[in-house]
C-alpha cells in the first residue's frame, strides 16, 4: 500500500466528508466520538494485553482498526477546526525536542 503524508490523508479526510449536507460534526460531539474510540481502543488493548480476555461473541475488532478510527476522527476534528496536523506536529515535536531534551535516558549510540 502507498505511503500517504499527514496532509494528503487530511485532504482524503476532507474529500469524503465534502460529500454529505451534514459535512463535520460539531467540536463537541467530535470529541464525544474521539473518546468514545479511545475507550474502544483500551477495550481492544485489555483483550490483547490485559487479563480481560475475548467473550466468544464478542465482534473482531483490532487495535490497528481502533488506532484507524481515532486518527479519522482527529482529522476530521482538525479540518472541522482549520488545524493543519502536519504543522500540529512539527510543533509538539519541537516542545520534546526542546523541553523535554534532557528528560529520559538516551540510548548508547554505538
Sequence with gaps: MEEKSLAEMQRE????????????FSPLALMARMSEEVGELAREVNHS?????????????????????IMFITMCFANSLGIDLTEAHNKVMHKFN?????????????
Excluded at 479526510?13 to 463535520?24: A, H, N, T
Design 13 to 24: 479526510v476532507d474529500r469524503y466528508i465534502s460529500q454529505f449536507k451534514e459535512g463535520y
Design 49 to 69: 494485553y490485559g487479563e480481560k480476555k475475548k467473550k466468544a461473541d464478542e465482534a473482531d475488532n483490532s487495535i490497528e482498526l481502533e488506532l484507524g478510527d
Design 98 to 110: 526542546t523541553r523535554d531534551a534532557n528528560r529520559w535516558t538516551r540510548k548508547d549510540t554505538e
